[in-house]
């Protein structure tokens, strides 16, 4: 199972450079004066120490982690803490989520998944009995979580927020909460989402251009409209890798929660059904390592990998494609962003720890 999964994630990782290459080939162009300059940055600042934390982390034994996670949580905390400090926090378009190390920046954000699945996985595994008792168990999970929720909500980036309390949601679930606590979580997360979505224009502006993308074409409804665009224009085999329109000027965040546009534009159906198929498979690998997994820790840690790299990409392609409400979440292995693609393949380097024991 370790091998299979293993071969998949590099299949997608070299998979997402490629498409990366194509989108951001004009922009590359317009901004560095060189085609490659994003697909270069990702892969020399994303993918490699990605792929050695994968391999590194692979040979870790897992339960080290449960040992840290504590340190481990707050250390990201304190990260995300500091993307608020001024000269170290680094804003772009309105929202400071980075920290600026000089050549280059990492958002806490992504590490605080990473972190938050390691922590809940050791928190409720050990709990045993007592997380049925509300001291022990929902309250401290609660606390945290909204801290974090407030952190995000500061910065910021209801994104991040909205895969965070799947995360959370999705542990909370599997640790083996009743159904009236995991219907009272689902209400507070849903009320949660309505009052960040009305507190903003920019982000009720969002949801209307999803309830009418035709009310405003060129304003709300832009991003959208174009996204559909795209898709509709590759058909079923598309017009040929990079040989998209939409990503020259047309379409909006090409690099990031656009990506998916431009692989059905290029690639057409075909592709795009493809692309979802390798999630599919996947969430198929993971599951099957968490059933067989040795101890409750590893089984919640793996699915709370799960949860979030699954759960992202289906937000991700649903809202590219007029589904549900834009919310700005990358594609995962795909969407420019350094800091993810490292942190999610180290985390994946704990999943395949995990399937080498199993």
């Known amino acids: 199972m370790a091998k299979k999964l293993f071969i998949l994630i590099l299949i997608m990782v070299v998979f997402g450079l490629a498409i990366l290459s194509s989108a951001g080939l004009p922009e590359s162009q317009d901004k560095f004066g060189s085609s490659y300059y994003f697909v270069k940055h990702q892969f020399l600042y994303g993918v490699i120490p990605g792929l050695f934390g994968l391999i590194l982390f692979s040979w870790f034994d897992y339960k080290f982690w449960k040992k840290v996670s504590l340190p481990l949580l707050f250390g990201s905390l304190f990260l995300m803490v500091l993307v608020f400090v001024p000269n170290i926090g680094h804003g772009l378009k309105g929202a400071t989520r980075w920290l600026n190390l000089g050549p280059f920046t990492i958002q806490p954000a992504e590490i605080l998944k990473l972190c938050l699945i390691i922590y809940l996985a050791a928190w409720f595994s050990n709990r045993g009995d007592r997380k049925k008792n509300w001291s022990y168990g929902a309250a401290p999970f609660f606390i945290i979580m909204a801290f974090i929720i407030l952190l995000l909500y500061l910065q910021p980036d209801i994104g991040t927020l909205i895969v965070v309390l799947m995360i959370g949601g999705g542990i909370y679930f599997l640790s083996g909460r009743s159904w009236k606590e995991i219907i009272s979580v689902g209400i507070i997360a849903?009320?949660?989402?309505?009052?960040?979505?009305?507190?903003?224009?920019?982000?009720?502006?969002?949801?209307?251009?999803?309830?009418?993308?035709?009310?405003?074409?060129?304003?709300?409804?832009?991003?959208?409209?174009?996204?559909?665009?795209?898709?509709?224009?590759?058909?079923?085999?598309?017009?040929?890798?990079?040989?998209?329109?939409?990503?020259q000027g047309f379409l909006p965040e090409v690099l990031n929660d656009s990506v998916f546009a431009i692989i059905a534009e290029e690639l057409g159906y075909i592709g795009s059904?493809?692309?979802?198929?390798?999630?599919?498979?996947?969430?198929?690998?993971?599951?099957?390592?968490?059933?067989?997994?040795?101890?409750?820790?590893?089984?919640?840690?793996v699915m709370g990998m799960n949860v979030w790299v699954i759960s992202q990409a289906f937000v991700n392609v649903a809202a590219i494609s007029g589904l549900v409400p834009l919310t700005?979440?990358?594609?995962p292995f795909i969407s420019y962003g350094g800091t993810a693609i490292a942190v999610l393949l180290s985390g994946l380097g704990i999943v395949l720890n995990v399937a080498k024991k199993v």
């Open 328 to 331: 700005g979440i990358p594609l």
């Open 190 to 247: 849903a009320i949660l989402l309505s009052v960040f979505a009305i507190s903003s224009s920019y982000r009720w502006d969002r949801i209307r251009a999803f309830m009418n993308p035709e009310e405003d074409p060129r304003g709300i409804s832009y991003q959208i409209n174009q996204s559909l665009i795209a898709i509709g224009s590759g058909g079923l085999f598309g017009v040929g890798f990079q040989n998209s329109s939409q990503k």
């Open 273 to 301: 059904v493809a692309v979802i198929i390798m999630f599919v498979l996947l969430s198929f690998l993971i599951t099957q390592i968490a059933k067989s997994a040795p101890d409750k820790f590893a089984a919640l840690f």
